[in-house]
């Protein structure tokens, strides 16, 4: 009789903890969406040791945009970069400039590594104000965004630069016989060694798009980024594939660009993406409305609606295991196997991805 009573209040008991075992991992999961997304979704290069012993070289480049007054800058940067990476690969470095390259810049650049080098000055048709440009409305809008003290609102050149790293720096002729590139600038800091060949990832996972850094746009500079971005989608439908990634780039399916990007001094992507024919036509069409010189847009805002319209989220990798600076902010891996074995030397604690105005976290949970 005893036990006839207390046998069903046990497993009433077991189900009970069930259950409360099941919400508390649900609520685990929904309060720590990093979590899930490692282990559901990122692919690990650790995981792949061909990336790590193929002597196979991709079709791929290294791509700094950079004045001859910014050498300093760039051996610093380009050291880190090949003491970290590139001395065990030896990709080749394609430096532009819109000014001829000092005798100097090359001979310093040259000298600190392996890989062969190219200098290329960039035609004026790149940067230059297209004949539909009206140049002295130009000049009113930087005089207007630097009086409000818009970052970097009355620089000329900085017009010129997003526009030419938006629409044109793939056309360049030493660009043109490459597929793949990986973007260096000035003052930048690498701080965990990376062993294998992001390329050669990039190739084998059919992706066309990497990051370390997502943030908040400022949204003073783009202020009619995103109804030229809705005019594009209203007249170019067929361009526009399903499961794409606009829940990385807007909160109410595209009504509103909610300013998430990706932070484009890092990139590393296939510059046939920028090539194709999708790409192009938008550009061609944000280009026509002059945004670039009338407002102050950017070539990351543009680069990732770019890629939030026309990639799919299994095309684009968030290279967690590169630890990376660019003033102000750096991406440091937080696990500790990144830490224990030396690979990094970052503190982990710096780390962008979970502040307030990152948009990492958005990543994880789309």
Request: aromatic share 18%; net charge negative.
């Amino acid at each position: 009789m005893g036990f006839g009573i207390r046998h069903p209040l046990v497993y009433l008991r077991i189900i009970v903890i069930l259950f409360l075992v099941i919400v508390f991992i649900l609520f685990l999961n929904r309060q720590d969406p990093r979590t899930r997304f490692f282990s559901k979704e990122w692919i690990n290069p650790d995981d792949d040791l061909t990336l790590f012993t193929n002597v196979t070289r991709v079709n791929a480049v290294v791509v700094v945009l950079v004045r001859n007054t910014e050498l300093y800058q760039l051996l610093g940067a380009m050291r880190e970069f090949e003491d970290r990476w590139n001395k065990k690969y030896n990709y080749p470095y394609v430096f532009l400039n819109e000014l001829d390259f000092m005798e100097e810049f090359k001979n310093k650049t040259s000298a600190l590594t392996n890989a062969k080098t190219y200098y290329g000055k960039i035609p004026e048709n790149m940067w230059s104000y297209p004949s539909w440009i009206n140049q002295t409305k130009a000049a009113e809008s930087r005089q207007d965004m630097a009086s409000r003290g818009v970052i970097y609102g009355g620089v000329e050149s900085y017009r010129h630069m997003c526009r030419f790293n938006s629409g044109f720096f793939f056309q360049h002729e030493l660009l043109l016989p490459f597929d793949y590139y990986w973007r260096l600038e000035p003052s930048v800091k690498f701080m965990c060694d990376i062993d294998y060949d992001p390329f050669l990832f990039m190739q084998k996972n059919k992706l066309i798009y990497g990051f370390t850094i997502s943030l908040i746009e400022y949204e003073e500079t783009i202020p009619t980024l995103w109804n030229a971005v809705k005019q594009f989608i209203k007249e170019y439908p067929q361009h526009i594939p399903e499961n794409n990634l606009m829940k990385f780039i807007s909160n109410d399916n595209g009504e509103t660009y909610n300013l998430c990007h990706f932070w484009s001094n890092f990139e590393i992507g296939d510059l046939n993406f920028w090539r194709s024919k999708p790409y192009q036509d938008f550009f061609n069409h944000l280009d026509k409305l002059g945004g670039f010189f009338y407002e102050r847009w950017g070539d990351a805002p543009v680069h990732s609606i770019a890629v939030g319209l026309f990639a799919q989220k299994s095309q684009v990798h968030f290279f967690n295991d590169i630890g990376y600076y660019h003033l102000p902010f750096q991406h440091c891996p937080p696990e500790n196997e990144y830490h224990n074995n030396g690979r990094c030397h970052c503190d982990p604690k710096e780390n962008f991805d979970m502040i307030w105005h990152s948009c990492t976290p958005k990543w994880f949970t789309i």
